[in-house]
């Protein structure tokens, strides 16, 4: 079995080869870098949501894998306190399209008023903790729970929770042939 990942990043790229090998010992993951076809910083649940989405069907359409995925990180602002929210989806090659929600936590307030003006997550997160690149190590998930939670970490419970529900499609079409 052929899997795609929609990225480059290598918390994201981690995430899908540690739940892939899991539970699909035999299956290759490939990574390619498409477009999330939303803006570099998402504002809400549904734009991470759609960014998610549209990074699996790219990957399916630029590769010949059977099974893509494509994970998003993005805010959302609940009553004046901004979250980091993280989405993802599976494309599977008859055209199932499944997306999940994963982790959301509270950014500081010093963090949202950047991210208002404009400003995207990963470089002020950088300026704020001094580390090169933090997207594509712990991230910011890493840092405000205090290294408890990284961000492969957090994107493997998402990828877990598609692959459960591809499994769990594949099984009750099984018992439907029978
Ligand atoms: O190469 P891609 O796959 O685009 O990886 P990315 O790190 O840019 O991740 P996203 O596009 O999904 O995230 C949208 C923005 O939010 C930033 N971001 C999201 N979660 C983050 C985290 O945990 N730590 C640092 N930056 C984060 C990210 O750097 C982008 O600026
Ligand atoms: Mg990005």
Same mark, same amino acid.
């Given at each position: ?18 739940? $892939? ?7 290759? $993951?490939?990574?390619?870098? $498409?477009?999330?076809?939303?803006? $570099?910083?998402?504002?809400? %649940?549904?734009? !991470? ?41 599976? %494309?599977?090659?008859?055209? !199932? ?5 994963? /982790? ?10 950047e991210l208002?003006?404009?400003m995207e997550?990963?470089?002020v997160?950088?300026?704020?903790? %001094? ?8 991230? /910011? ?5 205090? %290294? ?31």
């Amino acid at each position: 079995m052929k899997v795609a990942v929609g990225t480059k990043n290598k918390a994201k790229v981690g995430a899908v080869e540690a739940i $892939v090998k899991q539970f699909f010992p035999e299956a290759t $993951v490939e990574s390619i870098d $498409v477009p999330s076809d939303v803006s $570099v910083q998402p504002f809400s %649940n549904e734009e !991470t949501r759609q960014g998610a989405i549209n990074r699996a069907r790219n990957a399916m359409m630029k590769t010949n894998a059977d099974i893509t995925f494509g994970l998003e990180g993005g805010v959302d602002e609940i009553e004046g306190t901004m979250y980091c929210c993280n989405w993802g989806a599976v %494309n599977l090659k008859d055209g !199932t399209v499944i997306a999940s929600s994963g /982790a959301q936590f509270a950014l500081p307030e010093e963090i949202a008023r950047e991210l208002r003006v404009g400003m995207e997550l990963g470089p002020v997160m950088d300026v704020y903790t %001094n580390i090169e690149n933090i997207r594509q190590h712990q991230g /910011a998930v890493g840092i405000f729970t205090h %290294n408890l939670i990284d961000r492969k970490a957090m994107f493997e419970h998402i990828v877990k929770l598609l692959v459960g529900q591809v499994l769990f499609k594949m099984s009750k079409e099984q018992k439907e042939e029978m």
